[in-house]
């Protein structure tokens, strides 16, 4: 399962960090996604890592502001959000794929998603 926490309300240049806990899979096995749906629009690609954290792959709409990380020992993963826009208000949500990609339908776990909501 995964467990995707982290989430909630900020003001416009603020920051926040999401994690998305895994248990019952081991998570060094797998690339972690993240993803994000806002109201009224299709879910979207935001940053993948591979099972080492050795590379990541950006949205351009995130790259510079957003970053990825992992912790196989901790079995959590880590999305690191600075200079918050209004825009990046979404429901995010952790994925684990076999290898690192913005395909979605390649991931075979998700989690359940966590509310981020920035404020201008």
């Known amino acids: 399962q995964l467990q995707a926490s982290g989430g909630g309300l900020v003001q416009a240049g603020g920051s926040l960090r999401l994690s998305c806990a895994v248990s019952?899979?081991?998570?060094?096995?797998?690339?972690v996604g993240w993803f994000r749906q806002a109201p009224g629009k299709e879910r979207e690609f935001v940053l993948a890592i591979s099972r080492s954290g050795g590379s990541t792959y950006y949205a351009d709409s995130v790259e510079g502001r957003f970053t990825i990380t992992r912790d196989n020992a901790k079995s959590t993963a880590y999305l690191q959000m600075n200079s918050l826009k209004p825009e990046d208000t979404a429901v995010y949500y952790c994925?684990?794929?076999?290898?690192?990609?913005?395909?979605?339908?390649?991931?075979?776990?998700w989690g359940q998603g966590t509310q981020v909501t920035v404020s201008s």
């Open positions: 994925a684990l794929a076999n290898l690192p990609t913005t395909t979605q339908a390649l991931y075979s776990h």
């Open positions: 019952g899979l081991p998570l060094s096995s797998y690339a």
